[in-house]
């Protein structure tokens, strides 16, 4: 698959034009592409990214058991109503060895199978190279080329990398359940400031009101740059009870970014982490390719368990270019 | 408190003496200097790194909910029994905007404060810039280097963020409770690998054996390149039931690697991941000393959004130091 991304220009127009039209198969080239941070995906991208800009790029967020899936399938088909085409990526936490993806994910693939209008990737967390966060970001602005309208980016909402990539969406969404027991305070501690919508789902449980509350409570506390004040809507995903309403809240906050003309600002703000991320991943690219290969990681890496070597001396000669044997 | 750091040697090695000699306030700003990336903090841990390299690292994560930080706190006091003294650094969820800490972590340091051979520390997760991972990893070899015999780092294991950051350890442990609900094989799928000893913490609940079987069934599809088998212990640490037991089992994961001459391999597969983290940010950190100050950044960063310019072909020039305008 890369090597159609190595041939000569008009190649990669073809294969430029393929994913504006939507074509699935190369749309899935094109992200194995970037998840295995192929040099040749940057020739891509930045191929693609003049056509990128129109979709509303919708980030989730929410902890395992929140039933998130289900409410991102039925916010795409809220959104199917309405004849948008809709882009799903689901970051999810698989194992950093074997890179694995996790099996959930092709059963909704299927079910979403007949619908040419959606298209649902999962993207595999992986090692330490490539950088999660611009894979993901490099994956929606791919889908926002390919002409969806929507594009929704779910993950699993603790760590901080997957805050780092709802953060990079237009809007992001906190989805929270009744329940969890005492220590998921931690969790909103953490999550508070990204939500511009929350989502109180499975909430024809008990308790849902205690964590309606209890949200109220921090937002008194919290300060927000845009002066919104995030929504609260109550959801059971699984019987796409507040579904419409969500979609609605969600437009709702688009409006009022663009009322108050802070769209533009939220987006430079997003392309500024970006760029950094960004920054970081092409930085270390190159020093790999230019100065420190596999066989003189590992030699380095022994030096200095065998306290040998000092890695801060290290790390300063290898920037610097100064590294002596 | 960056001062003392920038202060000529003779000052620096008075700093490094003290933190040698587990001075708890000199190790408070020589974290915080860590914490807030500072560029001493790398000629203090230049200094520091030729006396680290003796305590045992021991990692634990598990999610919110899972009683970790008790079990963190009853593991402390069982290595105290044995007169050894302790570190611990507690990665914490907070928000990306203001860094703050989480109240709950006080409340444990004033636990421990009568007892000099404990040092708790909490570490907030910071934005883009510093990385957690790194910064962790400096926090751990500063303690090791203070003299503590153990340094126990906490994390939320959900992230792949955390799940670095634990990997990074001699020991890793991942607890689990019963009755999570049915999402939370996700986790396990996530953080099988990483396990080298499994803890059921709150085992008194109802469905202990459940996990067990669980963990059992996903152990027989798991392939470690130690052949290790990960024990599964049971705990209720807020009755400091199977502390002991767990002590035992950190130990004897220890002497198997010794045995078997892997322990060496592991700190060397440690420090090849390590120094990898610390060189994207010290690139990062080079390039936005010398070419990218933050009203540049910000200027990139409009341009993008405006769709003025391709932030791929953008990454490529500042990194090959040809950029134009």
């Known amino acids: 698959m890369p090597e159609v991304l190595s041939q000569p220009d008009a190649a990669l127009a073809t294969f430029v034009d393929r994913i504006r039209a939507g074509d699935v198969r190369a749309l899935a080239r094109a992200i194995s592409a970037i998840e295995d941070n192929s040099a040749h995906a940057v020739r891509l991208m930045r191929a693609l990214f003049p056509h990128s800009g129109h979709a509303d790029v919708i980030g989730l967020t929410g902890s395992p058991g929140s039933g998130k899936s289900t409410l991102v399938d039925q916010l795409a088909h809220e959104y199917r109503k309405q004849d948008k085409t809709i882009g799903i990526v689901a ?158 809240a969600i437009d709702g906050y688009r409006k009022y970014l663009e009322g108050k003309q802070l769209l533009m600002a939220k987006k430079v703000s997003n392309w500024r982490e970006r760029l950094i991320e960004m920054l970081r991943k092409a930085l270390l690219d190159r020093m790999m390719r230019e100065r420190l290969d596999a066989a003189l990681l590992d030699r380095y890496a022994r030096e200095i368990a065998e306290h040998r070597r000092d890695p801060y001396s290290l790390v300063e000669e290898l920037v610097t270019g100064t590294v002596a044997g």
């Open 91 to 248: 970051v999810d936490p698989t194992s950093p060895y074997t890179g694995g993806a996790i099996l959930g994910d092709r059963i909704r693939m299927q079910a979403h199978h007949a619908d040419t209008g959606i298209y649902i990737r999962s993207m595999a967390t992986r090692g330490f190279l490539g950088g999660l966060a611009p894979a993901t970001a490099d994956v929606a602005t791919l889908l926002d080329a390919a002409g969806k309208d929507v594009v929704l980016v779910e993950t699993v909402g603790v760590g901080q990398d997957e805050i780092d990539i709802v953060r990079l969406a237009d809007v992001t969404i906190v989805i929270l359940v009744p329940g969890m027991g005492d220590d998921v305070q931690t969790i909103k501690a953490g999550i508070m400031e990204i939500a511009d919508i929350f989502v109180i789902n499975k909430s024809d449980r008990e308790g849902a009101e205690r964590v309606e509350r209890e949200i109220r409570a921090m937002q008194t506390l919290a300060i927000r740059r845009d002066d919104w004040t995030p929504p609260i809507l109550k959801t059971v995903a699984t019987e796409a009870i507040g579904i419409p309403e969500l979609a609605k």
